[in-house]
């Protein structure tokens, strides 16, 4: 996952699409471009295979690499980050790297040495670039604790 180069295609859009603009709002790189309420598609060179946009269709017009039909999850049962502060350097790339700036460093516990925090998740998409981009395996994304078992496995590493 997050490396777009290993996939010809990672998700795609279909012909129900209806041009909505859920699947573009939410991408974390803005692969995907279109008319609005017409249709929409995904760059498969930009494309880092999040499955943000599968997630917030409700139109079923996304599929995977495989042809599944990506399925739409509420917004409130999505993975967020969280961030291990005993593991955190404070190296501040997985603030850098959000795009929706849903992370910041904070100092509240440790003076000396600012860590990451989600500071905004309302606006985490479950990307996994911070994720990907910690080089301490600070940061894991989990599905919220009251997603049932079913919905959380879908946030499973692949």
């Known amino acids: 996952m997050l490396n777009s180069a290993e996939h010809a295609m990672a998700f795609f859009i279909n012909d129900k699409c209806v041009g909505c603009t859920a699947c573009e709002t939410v991408c974390p790189v803005t692969a995907i471009n279109g008319v609005k309420k017409e249709f929409y598609f995904i760059d498969p060179k930009i494309c880092i295979d999040c499955g ?9 017009a996304i599929f995977d690499t495989y042809g599944n039909t990506a399925e739409k999850v509420r917004r409130t049962e999505w993975a ?12 501040r ?25 989600l500071t905004n998740p309302k606006t985490c998409v479950s990307c996994y670039l911070c994720e990907a981009a910690c080089d301490k395996g600070a940061i894991v994304l989990r599905p919220p604790d009251n997603v049932a078992p079913p919905v959380a496995a879908r946030f499973a590493k692949r």
Not at 52 to 60: F, L, T, V
Not at 85 to 91: D, F, H, Q, R, T
């Open 52 to 60: 943000a946009c599968g997630r917030a269709c409700p139109y079923d």
């Open 93 to 117: 790339y997985c603030v850098d790297i959000c795009p929706f700036e849903c992370l910041s460093m904070i100092d509240e516990d440790k003076p000396w040495i600012s860590v990451a925090s």
């Open 80 to 91: 967020r980050p969280v961030v291990q502060e005993e593991i955190c350097s404070g190296c």
